[in-house]
């Protein structure tokens, strides 16, 4: 079975594809550069990039609804310049049309396509079964919840009964527990024998969902986009979010999705906590780690450390994260070693160390830096967590929402930059402060 679909002829296959748009100044805009990409029978593939990356005009070219600037998308042999009965999409934002019912919006897609009135009412009752939407057959979109709307959009582009299925941020508008349930619907359709659709691409800026549900992570560098990587997750559906080598996927995502230039020319652009997010590490461990780096000289071998500590390698890589967006530490060919402000903080006596710690916390950890901030400008200094939390669920999902800010607030207290009243939801200043 794998074998075959490795081997198996791509069913998309995108060739070096350029993509510039004219602004209104007339000025040339690269959005995307020398892409290259296949989508191969079975596979699942996430399309993994910051916005403004050029995922949607990627999307776009491969449902036909772009041209290229230069290189060709195919399918099979036959070059795309043209929406195709093969490939459908679903838009983030649903893209239903208001004054047409659910039946209605859902036909839309068969419409194009010349079927027989009497196949198109087959089909779309069947499309209507199969996402769970009998019984609003003759609602109106403003009828739904987002999440109903969100399942009219796959209805009506899995009515085509597409071998390409194309999804922009399918799941991005819609609450967390929503989007969960959705998604889990999808894989048990993709599971079904039945289902038609034979590959399928899904643009994200989640790195979770991405691991959660694709074969493939490919990640997209900005301006212009072009791959910058790709990562294999060889994990069997279901998959556990909580479990370790689902974990260190998502730490591989991350790095690749935020190291080595990715902001391009837009280098000088501040990260926000969205975009930095921090690693999952406590001060008692990162502080820890680099006391150990200490004692053996300032300079460690990473998988030599691991080791002493009875640890994978993989389990001290948000440490490692944390030490090196703090520039506490520098990793590099698989060691690690103290920067100056991380050998002043190993030697340093407790009031020293967390001046050190809020200073650098504060100068590079967007997330610790945006709280710090707030609060100085809020009324009183306190804050209500949940404001963050809202903020935070833009760009993450409710899980890692929470784990990001218990991590600033652990890094913030140990800075004395702020405290917590986790009775009252309250982030405020140190009175003291
Ligand atoms: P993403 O989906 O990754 O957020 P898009 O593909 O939507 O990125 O857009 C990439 C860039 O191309 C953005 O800077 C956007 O403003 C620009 N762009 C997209 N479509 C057009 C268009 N039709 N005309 C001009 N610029 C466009
Ligand atoms: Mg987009």
Redesign the pocket.
């Known amino acids: 079975m794998t074998l075959t679909m490795n081997t198996a002829a791509p069913i998309i296959t995108v060739d070096k594809v350029t993509k510039n748009?004219t602004?209104p100044s007339g000025e040339q805009?690269p959005?995307l550069s020398d892409v290259c990409l296949e989508l191969r029978e079975g596979e699942i593939v996430a399309l993994l990039?910051k916005?403004?990356?050029?995922?949607?005009?990627l999307l776009r070219i491969i449902a036909g609804l772009v041209q290229p600037s230069a290189g060709t998308a195919r399918l099979r042999e036959a070059e795309i310049t043209a929406p195709n009965a093969s490939t459908a999409m679903v838009f983030q934002t649903f893209a239903l049309l208001p004054w047409l019912t659910v039946r209605q919006n859902v036909e839309l897609g068969l419409r194009a396509q010349g079927v027989s009135a009497y196949e198109r009412g087959e089909r779309v009752t069947d499309a209507i079964d199969m996402i769970g939407l009998d019984g609003f057959e003759n609602a109106y979109p403003k009828e739904l919840s987002g999440g109903m709307r969100q399942r009219v959009g796959f209805a009506r582009a899995l009515v085509v009964q597409p071998e390409v299925l194309l999804m922009d941020e399918p799941f991005s508008a819609l609450d967390v527990l929503t989007a969960e349930n959705l998604r889990g619907e999808l894989m048990r359709l993709w599971a079904e024998t039945a289902f038609p659709t034979k590959t399928m691409l899904m643009?994200t800026h989640n790195i979770e969902e991405a691991v959660l549900l694709a074969d493939r992570i490919l990640v997209l560098d900005n301006n212009p986009g072009r791959i910058k990587g790709e990562i294999r997750v060889g994990l069997s559906q279901p998959r556990d979010p909580r479990s370790p080598a689902f974990q260190a996927l998502v730490d591989q995502a991350y790095r690749l999705f935020t190291d080595g230039g990715f902001d391009g020319d837009r280098a000088s652009i501040a990260p926000t906590p969205t975009t930095r997010p921090l690693p999952d590490a406590g001060v008692d461990g990162i502080a820890g780690m680099l006391d150990l780096v200490a004692e053996q000289g300032g300079r460690a071998d990473l998988p030599d450390l691991a080791a002493g500590l009875r640890f994978e390698v993989d389990d001290l890589m948000p440490l490692v994260d944390a030490a090196t967006m703090l520039g506490l530490a520098t990793a590099a060919d698989g060691d690690l070693e103290l920067t100056v402000d991380g050998t002043m903080f190993t030697q340093a006596d407790i009031d020293s160390a967390k001046m050190i710690f809020a200073r650098l916390a504060r100068a590079k950890a967007p997330l610790v830096a945006t709280i710090d901030h707030a609060l100085g400008t809020a009324q009183n200094h306190r804050m209500r967590d949940g404001f963050f939390l809202d903020l935070l669920r833009r760009g993450f999902t409710e899980e890692s929402a929470q784990q990001q800010l218990r991590i600033a607030i652990d890094w913030g207290r140990y800075g004395e930059l702020y405290e917590y009243d986790a009775d009252e939801h309250l982030l405020m200043r140190d009175p003291a402060a």
Do not use: A
């Not at 916005?51 to 005009?57: A, E, V």
């Open positions: 748009f602004n805009l959005v990039g916005s403004g990356s050029g995922k949607s005009t643009v």
